[in-house]
């Protein structure tokens, strides 16, 4: 086991499947103890019980990200448990592609509340607790999509742009706190919600599109939040970094 968390306490949200889940894989590979927050809490039970079966230390929370409560209780109850708290990884989201005409109350509610407002409430309560633990790490899951015009994607453009912009004033409000607040920005990546959404025909245009010539994959992600959660990026905050294969400035 690498130790680069070693003895870091982290809270990941969506942590039970696609990114989220290979994060807290990686966390608890690298030491940490890690909560993972998710709608589907039996999904979180099962991931926390194969990390710790594979001699990491996780535990599951069930819980809805669009609400406050849900990050106040659970990153007091990691703080019960394990002493303090030093990273959270707002990953959660919800995705729906399509038309503008075919925007409906219910999916622009469900999405910023869960890719928006998420974020807004995941710093609030982390912080303090970060502040008692001498300092922290917040790491934005955003996308490539909040620097670009997506076609069809008008509220998940909109939901990942507001997520660089509240790590930026996070980043200048925190810094002097000790905490350092930085955002991933995947390009396109092999999950669920990427299948749900996109079809073989459009992977391949991105792939096309992309200069390494191939999608992301979760792994992909992991890395880059594993560097910004840990030491070795002690010096960076309000950091937007593109994880994207190249797609987003290259010109093709």
Known sequence: MD?????????????AQGIGRAISELFARHGAAVGILDIKAELAAQAAQEIAAAGGRAVGFGGDVSRRES?????????????RFDVLVNNAIWVRYGPIENITPEMLTRMVGTGFNSVVWGIQAAAPAMVRSGGGSIVNIAS??????VPNAMLYCGVKAG????TRSAAADLGP???????????????????????????????????LRRM???????????????DESSFMTSEAMLVDGGVTNAFL
């Open 163 to 166: 997520v660089l912009g509240l």
């Open 3 to 15: 130790t680069r968390l070693k003895d870091k306490v982290a809270l990941v949200t969506g942590g």
């Open 144 to 149: 490539s999509a909040g620097f670009l015009g």
């Open 177 to 211: 706190q000790g905490i350092r607040v930085n955002a991933v920005c995947p390009g396109s990546v092999l999950t669920e919600g990427v299948r749900i959404n996109v079809t073989p025909e459009m992977m391949a245009q991105r792939i096309a599109r992309a200069p």
């Open 71 to 83: 990050f106040v209780e659970t990153i007091a109850e990691l703080e019960r448990r394990f002493g």
């Open 216 to 230: 992301g994959e979760v792994m992909d992600i992991a890395q880059a939040a594993l560097f910004l959660a840990s």
